[in-house]
């Protein structure tokens, strides 16, 4: 009996599993199926594109995007002059058909006969309104040339088409959203006004339409312009041709920024906003950040339900194929551009770098820190004879050695000597601003006044020189040039001078040590002047060297594989920050031979203060 019952149970078993069973899928429940198409969009401004596209298909030269409030609604409404909704056979806008064949475009039909320019091809298009508002409202003229409409609710299975009481144009179509859901109220037509042009930039070039979107709420009315891209067009790029067909490549080489990106089009719209997001393509050269522009392939095939993704079938994996000689070619101008970027923040660091040294010595003792003979030219006679200390003694060369420039000549340009023509007063500085002097000596200070350039200003200047705390006395008070006297006792000593052109009145200010024993200095009048060095860079990851003073080529070799100038590079400020300070190291170390390891920190931390304050 137990194995008569064993028997019953496997033949059952066997019963429900046909050897061999074949069907045609099928949706179960068609309003489910339709919910889920519509709401599988989920960008409102997408949904809108979409829209607008439509107009274009219809072959529209103007669309209007109207952005309002009526009855307390907000409302969007696009407005065409294109061909309008097709007509059934008794000549009326045909929307029974458009609310019936969804999934079944009329324009996949006119595709496969021959008919370019068309975008839409799922049927689903409209149904996006979804994700907008609540209501959409399509009208559209007959060939009796009265308007229709037709009706079609969120939510609600059915649809309705009515005659329209209304005047209305002679052709094209206006689709009209309202109530428009809580958030997309906030959609402004400058936003919508700014993803269209970006979205349809290629749609709008290629068939000259023109998009206006008017923002009643705002007042105001915009033009959508194809989004213009930054940066130097690239010229004689590899061509990128697939055996599905080439694909257009217009791109840009901007300045390094996080907002560059590369868009993916497909015939003129964008489906990828940033080709990076595509796992395939987050790599050099798109991720580097270099550039923008976009890659258009018409015969890759995107998702219909949010027409913003890329389905990674055999026509994807040609794209990602074909384009590797472009990414190639991009590599190699991307590295040439980071070169030339490098060389000329080189050479404006090396200039700052320069400058603040030059101001940072001129603020200190020259017996001390006159390496590079600055204080000489500062105040070397000029051949108008100001050669001794008085109000005017500061020659125009001065500076001209401060900022680095050249030596004037008779024959500079006249235009240039305009622009060099100083300006009021605007401060004063005291060289040197820190100085040390032995009891009893002397110390010469000397006003710099200048304009808001920092261009030396010499006309109708008074100078009135006091010291203001400490020991110590002045001589010739009233000149540009005065005189320190220390005192006998060790002090400090704080001098100030007050420099009055007309009405403006500036001062300025120098510390001076009195001691009874001067720091001893071994560097003597042996060391070259050769100018401020330069610098250059030496690749030593791993050592731990960070700088070296070339001494015969007069250039300081930075290690720019240490991890300190890594972490550096970071930022300009920071990079150029640390650059200082290895500039005070090796001058310290190089100039001040012989003195114990913590005067020379000393000497140090005074000149990279005093550089730094310049930067």
């Given at each position: 009996m137990?194995s008569?019952a064993?028997?019953?149970?496997?033949?059952?078993r066997?019963?429900?599993?046909?050897?061999?069973?074949?069907?045609?899928?099928?949706?179960?429940?068609d309003?489910?199926?339709i919910?889920?198409?519509a709401?599988s969009q989920?960008s409102?401004l997408?949904?809108?594109?979409?829209?607008?596209?439509?107009?274009?298909?219809a072959?529209?030269?103007?669309?209007?995007?109207?952005?309002?409030?009526?009855?307390?609604r907000?409302f969007?409404?696009?407005?065409?002059?294109?061909?309008?909704?097709?007509r059934?056979?008794e000549g009326?806008?045909d929307?029974?058909y458009?609310?019936t064949?969804?999934?079944?475009s009329v324009k996949?039909r006119?595709?496969a006969?021959g008919?370019t320019g068309?975008q839409g091809?799922?049927?689903?298009?409209?149904?996006s309104?979804?994700?907008?508002?609540?209501?959409?409202?399509?009208t559209s003229?007959?060939?009796?040339e009265r308007?229709y409409?037709m009706v079609?609710?969120?939510?609600?299975?059915?649809?309705a088409v009515?005659?329209?009481?209304?005047?209305?144009g002679?052709?094209g179509?206006?689709?009209?959203?309202?109530p428009?859901l809580?958030g997309?109220r906030?959609?402004?037509?400058?936003?919508?006004?700014w993803y269209l042009?970006a979205e349809l930039r290629?749609?709008?070039?290629?068939?000259g339409?023109?998009?206006?979107?008017?923002?009643r709420?705002?007042?105001?009315?915009y033009?959508v312009?194809?989004r213009?891209?930054?940066?130097?067009?690239?010229?004689?790029?590899p061509?990128?041709?697939?055996?599905?067909?080439?694909?257009?490549?217009?791109?840009?080489?901007n300045?390094?920024?996080?907002?560059n990106c590369?868009?993916?089009y497909r015939h003129?719209?964008r489906?990828?906003?940033?080709?990076?997001?595509l796992d395939d393509?987050?790599?050099?050269?798109w991720?580097?950040?270099?550039?923008?522009?976009?890659?258009?392939?018409p015969?890759?095939?995107?998702t219909?339900?949010?027409?913003?993704?890329?389905i990674?079938?055999?026509?994807y994996m040609?794209?990602?194929e074909?384009l590797?000689?472009?990414e190639g070619?991009?590599?190699?101008?991307?590295?040439?551009?980071?070169r030339?970027?490098?060389?000329?923040?080189?050479?404006e660091?090396?200039?700052?770098?320069?400058r603040a040294f030059?101001?940072?010595?001129?603020?200190?003792p020259?017996?001390?820190y006159d390496?590079f003979?600055i204080h000489?030219r500062a105040?070397r006679?000029?051949?108008?004879?100001?050669?001794e200390?008085?109000s005017h003694?500061l020659?125009?060369?001065?500076?001209n050695?401060?900022?680095?420039?050249?030596?004037?000549t008779?024959?500079?340009?006249?235009?240039?000597q305009?622009?060099e023509f100083?300006?009021?007063?605007f401060s004063?500085?005291?060289?040197?601003?820190?100085s040390?002097?032995r009891?009893?000596?002397?110390?010469?200070?000397r006003?710099?006044?200048?304009d808001r350039s920092?261009?030396?200003?010499?006309?109708?200047?008074?100078f009135?020189?006091?010291?203001?705390?400490?020991p110590?006395?002045?001589?010739?008070?009233?000149?540009?040039?005065?005189k320190f006297?220390?005192a006998?006792?060790p002090?400090l000593?704080?001098v100030e001078?007050t420099?009055?052109q007309?009405d403006?009145v500036c001062a300025?200010?120098?510390l001076?040590?009195?001691?009874r024993?001067l720091?001893p200095?071994?560097?003597t009048s042996d060391?070259?002047t050769?100018?401020?060095?330069?610098?250059t860079?030496?690749?030593?990851p791993?050592?731990?060297w960070?700088?070296r003073?070339?001494?015969k080529?007069?250039?300081?070799?930075?290690?720019?594989?240490h991890?300190?100038f890594?972490?550096?590079?970071r930022?300009k400020?920071l990079k150029?920050r640390y650059?200082?300070?290895?500039?005070?190291k090796?001058l310290?170390?190089h100039?001040?031979?012989?003195?114990?390891?913590?005067?020379?920190l000393?000497?140090?931390?005074e000149?990279?203060l005093r550089?730094?304050?310049?930067?």
């Amino acid at each position: 009996m137990a194995s008569t019952a064993l028997t019953s149970l496997n033949r059952q078993r066997t019963a429900g599993k046909p050897s061999q069973a074949r069907g045609r899928l099928k949706i179960g429940d068609d309003w489910n199926a339709i919910t889920i198409i519509a709401l599988s969009q989920s960008s409102p401004l997408k949904a809108i594109a979409e829209l607008v596209e439509n107009s274009i298909d219809a072959k529209a030269r103007n669309v209007t995007i109207t952005r309002g409030r009526e009855s307390g609604r907000h409302f969007l409404a696009i407005r065409d002059d294109g061909h309008g909704v097709p007509r059934d056979a008794e000549g009326r806008p045909d929307f029974r058909y458009v609310a019936t064949h969804i999934c079944d475009s009329v324009k996949r039909r006119l595709k496969a006969e021959g008919i370019t320019g068309l975008q839409g091809e799922f049927g689903i298009g409209l149904l996006s309104f979804w994700t907008v508002g609540n209501e959409l409202t399509m009208t559209s003229t007959g060939a009796d040339e009265r308007a229709y409409q037709m009706v079609m609710r969120k939510g609600d299975p059915s649809y309705a088409v009515t005659l329209r009481r209304a005047l209305f144009g002679d052709s094209g179509t206006e689709v009209r959203i309202a109530p428009l859901l809580d958030g997309v109220r906030m959609l402004s037509g400058e936003k919508i006004q700014w993803y269209l042009a970006a979205e349809l930039r290629d749609r709008i070039r290629q068939t000259g339409a023109r998009i206006n979107v008017v923002d009643r709420l705002a007042r105001k009315q915009y033009a959508v312009e194809p989004r213009q891209y930054e940066g130097r067009l690239l010229h004689h790029l590899p061509a990128a041709r697939t055996s599905l067909g080439d694909v257009y490549v217009e791109l840009y080489l901007n300045e390094p920024s996080d907002a560059n990106c590369v868009a993916l089009y497909r015939h003129g719209t964008r489906v990828v906003e940033d080709i990076t997001g595509l796992d395939d393509f987050a790599h050099p050269p798109w991720s580097l950040r270099y550039l923008q522009g976009h890659i258009d392939a018409p015969f890759v095939n995107i998702t219909p339900g949010t027409r913003t993704g890329l389905i990674r079938d055999a026509a994807y994996m040609a794209l990602c194929e074909d384009l590797g000689p472009l990414e190639g070619k991009l590599n190699a101008l991307i590295e040439e551009q980071r070169r030339a970027e490098e060389e000329q923040a080189s050479r404006e660091q090396l200039r700052t770098i320069q400058r603040a040294f030059r101001e940072a010595l001129l603020g200190l003792p020259a017996e001390e820190y006159d390496w590079f003979d600055i204080h000489a030219r500062a105040f070397r006679p000029t051949a108008a004879g100001f050669g001794e200390p008085n109000s005017h003694s500061l020659s125009s060369e001065s500076e001209n050695a401060i900022a680095g420039a050249a030596e004037p000549t008779l024959g500079i340009d006249r235009q240039r000597q305009f622009f060099e023509f100083a300006g009021p007063l605007f401060s004063v500085a005291v060289s040197p601003a820190s100085s040390v002097v032995r009891v009893g000596d002397s110390k010469e200070l000397r006003a710099l006044p200048r304009d808001r350039s920092r261009r030396r200003v010499e006309q109708d200047l008074e100078f009135r020189w006091q010291v203001v705390e400490g020991p110590g006395s002045l001589t010739g008070t009233q000149n540009q040039a005065v005189k320190f006297m220390a005192a006998d006792e060790p002090g400090l000593a704080r001098v100030e001078v007050t420099v009055r052109q007309h009405d403006v009145v500036c001062a300025g200010e120098a510390l001076i040590t009195v001691t009874r024993e001067l720091l001893p200095q071994l560097a003597t009048s042996d060391i070259a002047t050769q100018g401020l060095p330069g610098y250059t860079f030496e690749r030593a990851p791993g050592e731990s060297w960070r700088s070296r003073f070339d001494v015969k080529r007069n250039v300081i070799v930075v290690n720019n594989g240490h991890r300190d100038f890594v972490y550096a590079s970071r930022s300009k400020s920071l990079k150029l920050r640390y650059l200082v300070r290895l500039y005070a190291k090796e001058l310290v170390i190089h100039n001040f031979v012989g003195l114990p390891a913590d005067q020379l920190l000393e000497r140090m931390v005074e000149l990279s203060l005093r550089t730094e304050e310049h930067l």
